[in-house]
């Protein structure tokens, strides 16, 4: 609300290249996170101008990016199912002129449920889920223990599933283990540029464009939707457009 063309800006220029659909710029606009800076009031306007500049910044499918709120849920946080819900639901009763609803960067399956279920009584429109996985011993899981065939069998009512956040290799192992267990479900994913590191004070990462495109070569097999999360700039995002267009 207080810098609407530096926004819009970045929505342009990643139209610009080729990309199909762009996300609001809202992933911490649930009640929760904006309770914590003392915005939770203007948590409608907030929302409203999300959908509103990116809707306004190119011809091409808006969807709603609604992340985690933070707040662990009981027993292992102070966060009740009823706290999220209503977090949740007062963010996307202010997003009904997007196109879709984009839960993104989950990494619990039970607060997911719960995004996903607001979603649903508070809108019609589509929803895509997407969560971050780690590689262990023990294979992929979300940090709270949830393989990606277990999200993939909780989450067969979800209108798309996915991974983003993550690595290229790591978005590929997670669509995969989707995959044999929803046969029919569309497929998303949204990699990093590779793993971020710390240097003189600034987040990098190491993909470069050329990179990003040849490491996400075999994903495009996998996914409906194909996009790029932290670190990807609209030159990523053009060469992944050449190459698959």
């Known amino acids: ?44 306007e907030i929302n409203r101008a999300g959908v509103a500049i990116a809707r306004a910044s190119g011809a091409g499918i808006v969807g709603v990016s609604v992340g985690p709120s933070g707040a662990l849920l009981e027993p292992y946080g102070d966060a009740s199912a009823a706290e999220l819900e209503d977090s949740f639901a007062a963010q996307l009763e202010a997003c009904q002129e997007a196109d879709v609803i984009w839960i993104e960067t989950m990494t619990d399956g039970a607060e997911a449920r719960i995004a996903l279920d607001a979603a649903r009584q508070a809108t019609a429109l589509p929803v895509v889920v997407t969560f971050v996985y780690e590689s262990g011993k023990q294979g992929l ?64 990462f190491p993909l470069s464009p050329e990179g990003f495109e040849k490491e996400t070569a075999e994903l495009a097999q996998w996914t409906a939707v194909l996009g790029g999360c932290c670190g990807t700039t609209p030159e990523h995002l053009r060469l992944l457009k050449r190459r698959h267009q």
């Not at 063309?5 to 220029?13: G, I, Y």
């Not at 199909?20 to 003392?38: D, F, K, Q, Y």
């Not at 989450?155 to 192992?173: H, I, K, M």
Request: glycine share 10%; proline share 7%.
């Open 1 to 44: 609300m207080t810098r609407p063309k530096l926004v819009a800006a970045v929505h342009r220029s990643y139209f610009a290249v080729g990309s199909e659909r762009v996300l609001t710029n809202t992933i911490g606009g649930s009640r929760i996170p904006l309770a914590r800076h003392g915005l939770e009031a203007q948590i409608a």
């Open 141 to 204: 899981k979300t940090i709270m223990g949830q393989s990606p065939e277990e999200i993939a069998a909780e989450f067969q009512d979800a209108d798309a599933l996915g991974v983003n956040c993550s690595t290229p290799e790591t978005c590929l192992q997670g669509v995969r283990a989707h995959r044999s267990k929803l046969p029919g479900t569309p497929l998303v994913a949204r990699p990093n540029a590779g793993t971020p590191r710390w240097e003189r004070g600034r987040t990098l």
